[in-house]
Antibody
């Protein structure tokens, strides 16, 4: 079955650190860019980070830049997100997502075509 | 790039047509825009990419149009299962951003 399964959420104190994991199955993980997207309770979606197939390129959202690191282990079909200096506003469901792509008239189009169910992080004392 | 969606909420009856708007603060280039559907308690689902291309398995009741800074998602012949929040998202450059969402309620 083609799926993404996140883990690593939980309750963490402000200033603490956390590592999320995402296990991929049913597709060639090493062929895809991957992404993390988060959603605070009752709020909209916020893009967090992207990573290239071989990990050589990484991009981060402004609200988390400097506090997060995205990385992957293609041998384990796994994606990770490490967050530190956690704040209350980092409380959210964190989704792992696969980035699909297609070239149309010479332009590369990207989209989040497979999502995990998410893992909830609550930052609170 | 900031994406502004309107309206915030739409309340329509089955069989009607809904029109959702997404306006970008600057051009998103060659239609680098996607739409997602999210139902309560579920992960988002890709509907549209490249502004107008339907994702695999998405019924033709869903259609996307627009270019530059103004985009529209149209849902025809509304069904009860279309009740959800719909988000637009650009991928023209980093950082990617999402609109704040439009909630579609089916009466």
């Amino acid at each position: 079955e083609v799926q993404l399964v996140e883990s690593g959420g939980g309750l963490v104190q402000p200033g603490g650190s956390l590592r999320f994991s995402c296990a991929a199955s049913g597709f060639i993980f090493s062929s895809h860019w991957m992404s993390w997207v988060r959603q605070a309770p009752g709020k909209g979606l916020e893009w967090v980070a992207n990573i290239k197939q071989d990990g050589s390129e990484k991009y981060y959202g402004d609200s988390v830049k400097g506090r997060v690191t995205i990385y992957r282990d293609n041998a384990k079909n796994s994606l990770y997100l490490e967050m530190n200096s956690l704040r209350a506003e980092d409380t959210a469901v964190y989704y792992c997502a696969r980035i699909g792509g297609v070239t149309i008239f010479g332009n590369s189009h990207w989209y989040l075509d497979l999502w995990g169910r998410g893992t909830l992080v609550t930052v609170s004392s | 790039i900031v994406l502004a969606q309107s309206p915030g909420t739409l309340s329509l009856s089955p069989g009607e047509t809904s029109t959702l708007s997404c306006r970008a603060s600057q051009s998103v280039g060659d239609n680098y825009l996607a739409w997602y559907q999210q139902k309560p308690g579920q992960a988002p689902r890709l509907l549209i990419y490249a502004a107008s291309r339907r994702a695999t398995g998405i019924p033709d009741r869903f259609s996307g149009t627009g270019s530059g800074t103004d985009f529209t998602l149209t849902i025809s012949r509304l069904e009860p299962e279309d009740s959800a929040v719909y988000y637009c998202q650009h991928y023209a450059n980093s950082p990617w951003t999402f609109g704040q969402g439009t909630k579609v309620e089916i009466k």
